[in-house]
């Protein structure tokens, strides 16, 4: 398997643009987080589905993010309309969690964004 | 909520041991965990501890487990200049997601 798959890697728009960041999660996997990372806040958890469904997106930090995943293969992360506080590098990560509750979490390459 | 400490950084020196600690607040955690961040990319499981155990050993790794004071350490033996990463700890019950701390940056000096 691949792993976890993002694009595009790096990204670098100017404020205001619509921005869209992907992720193909593990195949088999049926869960999906989306984090951010930033010197400032470190690892924030911004959303996390199930089996395609999303369950917390308390960490979304404004209506400006939105997250879909269509399909269990597919999943984007959006930003509209972008603003340079959005500057981060943005992980997905997917997991299996076993009968035991051990959860692995496989974490994807990252997208770095930077708004100007 | 559930809150996860970690020291912002550590720095050794090549061939010593290093230890990162952590604290965490979930009692009812299930599994915990460290995770291994290189520059450049993203995290990856290094090591877990189930939490009814107090110490896990693996190559140069060795995970001690307080859970009466809720206290996590991660020690690795014999540190290379390789080993210089992110460290994260994290929490987390059955089926919930995980709760990271903000890393330990290790820097192995020569």
């Known amino acids: 398997d691949a792993g976890v798959i993002q694009s595009p890697r790096h990204e670098v728009t100017e404020m205001g643009q619509e921005v869209t960041l992907r992720c193909k999660p593990i195949?088999?996997?049926?869960?999906l987080f989306w984090y951010r990372q930033t010197m400032m806040r470190g690892l924030e958890l911004l959303i996390y589905?199930?089996?395609?469904?999303?369950?917390?997106d308390s960490g979304m930090p404004e209506d400006r993010f939105s997250a879909k995943m269509p399909n269990a293969s597919f999943s984007t992360l959006k930003i509209q309309p972008s603003e340079p506080r959005d500057s981060a590098v943005y992980f997905c990560?997917?997991?299996?969690?076993?009968?035991?509750?051990?959860?692995?979490?496989?974490f994807g390459p990252g997208t770095r964004l930077t708004v100007l | 909520g559930e809150d996860v400490e970690q020291s912002l950084f550590l720095s050794v020196r090549e061939g010593d041991s290093s230890v990162i600690n952590c604290t965490y607040t979930d009692s009812s955690s299930t599994y915990l965990y460290w995770y291994k961040q290189e520059p450049g990319a993203g995290l990856q499981l290094l090591t877990y501890?189930?939490?009814?155990?107090d110490m896990k050993q693996d190559q140069r790794l060795t995970v001690l487990l307080n859970k009466k004071d809720k206290h996590l350490s991660l020690r690795i033996a014999d540190t290379q200049t390789g080993d210089s990463a992110i460290y994260f700890c994290a929490e987390g019950n059955a089926g919930n997601m995980l709760t990271f701390g903000g890393g330990t940056r290790l820097m192995v000096k020569p």
């Open positions: 990560a997917s997991s299996l969690i076993g009968t035991g509750g051990l959860d692995e979490q496989f």
């Open positions: 501890i189930f939490s009814n155990m």
């Open positions: 195949s088999g996997h049926d869960y």
């Open positions: 589905f199930n089996n395609n469904v999303p369950i917390d």
